[in-house]
C-alpha cells in the first residue's frame, strides 16, 4: 500500500528554521516527482514545491523562493523540506505529495502542523 | 500566480446534481489539459477525483466528472449523496512546473 508519512514540524520562532521529512513507501520512489503542498488553518490548498526524479530540478512558488529548499534522499525514500527565515504566515498544515503525469498531486501523507509564532 | 476563483459554497439535495465552477485565466486553466480536483474532509487530507481535465483515478465513481471550456474547468457531481459532503479545489498547472489552487468550494447536501 502506497503511505507517505509527514514528520518534523512543530513551533518555530519567527525567523526560525525547520526541517519537515516525508518517508515514501509502496511505491518506486525514485520513479515519481514529489511536491509539497501546504494548508493554512481554516484556509485553501498552497502548492509550496517540486522536486524532480533524482533531484536535479526543483520549483518552488513565488513566496517561498530563497527560503525553502526541497530535497531528496532516494536511498532513504524520502523528501525533504527545510524551511528558513520562517514567517507567521508560514504557519500550516504541510501535505507530501506525489506529483503524477498529469500534474495532479496523486497521493497524499496525513500532513504536519508548522506553527511559527513568538 | 494567483489563485483560481472558485464558489465559497454550492448546496444540493440527494440524487441531484451540482456543478462547481473554476475560473483561471490563459496562463493556467485555459493553456493545458492539466486540471486536477480534490475533495477534502475536515481534518483529513485532500483525495484526488480528478486529474488531466476529465479521467478518474481508480476507485472514484463516475458520479464525479469534469470538464474544461475556455478559462474555466467545471466539477459536477450527479446522484449527490450525503458523504459527498466536504471541500472541493481545483488545481491547475501554470507554466514552469509551477501549480495553482483554486481557493475551495463547500458543498453542503441539503
Known amino acids: 500500500e502506497l503511505q507517505l508519512v509527514e514528520s518534523g514540524g512543530g513551533l518555530v520562532q519567527p525567523g526560525g528554521s525547520l526541517r519537515l521529512s516525508c518517508a515514501a513507501s509502496?511505491?518506486?520512489?525514485?520513479?515519481?516527482?514529489m511536491s509539497w503542498v501546504r494548508q493554512a488553518p481554516g484556509k485553501g490548498l498552497e502548492w509550496v514545491a517540486n522536486?524532480?526524479?533524482?533531484?536535479?530540478?526543483?520549483y518552488y512558488v513565488d513566496s517561498v523562493k530563497g527560503r525553502f529548499t526541497i530535497s531528496r534522499d532516494d536511498a532513504k525514500n524520502s523528501v525533504f523540506l527545510q524551511m528558513n527565515s520562517l514567517r507567521a504566515e508560514d504557519t500550516a498544515v504541510y501535505y507530501c505529495?506525489?506529483?503524477?503525469?498529469?500534474?495532479?498531486?496523486?497521493?497524499w501523507g496525513q500532513g504536519i502542523l508548522v506553527t511559527v509564532s513568538s | 500566480q494567483s489563485a483560481l476563483t472558485q464558489p465559497r459554497s454550492v448546496s444540493g439535495s440527494p440524487g441531484q446534481s451540482v456543478t462547481i465552477s473554476c475560473t483561471g485565466t490563459?496562463?493556467?486553466?485555459?493553456?493545458?489539459?492539466?486540471v486536477s480536483w480534490y475533495q477534502q474532509y475536515p481534518g483529513k487530507a485532500p483525495k484526488l477525483i480528478i486529474y488531466?481535465?476529465?479521467k478518474w483515478p481508480s476507485g472514484v465513481p463516475a458520479r464525479f466528472s469534469g470538464s474544461k471550456s475556455g478559462n474555466t474547468a467545471s466539477l459536477t457531481i450527479s446522484g449527490l449523496q450525503a458523504e459527498d459532503e466536504a471541500d472541493y479545489y481545483c488545481c491547475s498547472y501554470a507554466g514552469a512546473y509551477s501549480l495553482v489552487f483554486g481557493g475551495g468550494t463547500k458543498l453542503t447536501v441539503l
Open positions: 505529495a506525489t506529483l503524477g503525469y498529469g500534474l495532479d498531486f496523486g497521493r
Open positions: 488531466s481535465v476529465n
Open positions: 522536486i524532480k526524479q533524482g533531484g536535479s530540478e526543483t
Open positions: 490563459g496562463s493556467d486553466v485555459g493553456a493545458y489539459t492539466y
Open positions: 509502496g511505491f518506486t520512489f525514485s520513479s515519481s516527482w
